[in-house]
Structure formats: structure tokens, C-alpha cells
């Protein structure tokens, strides 16, 4: 299983354009358990094998994709050009932790592991 699969199967898989807003808030099991806004830490730590805009050849793990903004949200929410895969990200509880350090940290572990 590559990283990329392994990520994307850590996570809850969901219809991609129904994640398509312009805030990144995506429904967990429990209100408390929500996606936050300014983490970023999936737009950085994994690898990303698709083509994104700007990073033709998708992008390696560690390195920040070029489509985050200043604020770590991504420039092409509701763009048709956002990857399919991004829009499949949702919120994990165990792998998004309590804070941006531990999602970027465990994210970061998980790229090593697999
Ligand atoms: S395209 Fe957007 S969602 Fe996908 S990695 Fe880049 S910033 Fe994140």
C-alpha cells in the first residue's frame, strides 16, 4: 500500500463535492470532532501523487503545497480544479490529534511507516 493510499484509508472516505465549501469544516461523528480551520497539516505532511495546480507532479511528503494560503486554507475549495483526492480528506480524530503539531507529527509518522 503506498503512503498515499494508507493516509486515504486512515480517513473517512466521502463524496468529494460534498466537501466543497469555502471553509474547510468537515462533519465528524461528533460536533466536537470537526476538521480546523488553519491547520493545513494534510496539505503539508503527506505525499501527494496527483497533479496539483503549480505542482505538476503532485507534491513529496514534508513539502508545503503551493495552493495553501497564509491562513493554511486552500486556495481551490470549490475550484474544479482541486485535486479529487483533497476533496476526500476528512477529519480523523486519531490522526488529526489535538493540535496542528500533532496532525503534522502523526501524518508525518505514518508517511514514514508505510
Ligand atoms: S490542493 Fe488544496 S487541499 Fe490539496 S494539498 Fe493543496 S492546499 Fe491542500
Known sequence: MTVEAAYYHAVIATDGAALESDVPIHAGSEAAE?????????CIAP???SPIPGMPN????GVRCVQLDDANLCRLFGDPRR???CRRFDYDAELCGDSRDQALARITALEVAT
Do not use: D, F, M, N
Open 34 to 42: 470537526e476538521c480546523r480551520p488553519g491547520c493545513g497539516a494534510c
Open 47 to 49: 505525499s501527494i501523487s
Open 58 to 61: 503532485g507534491k513529496p511528503a
Open 83 to 85: 485535486p479529487a483526492v
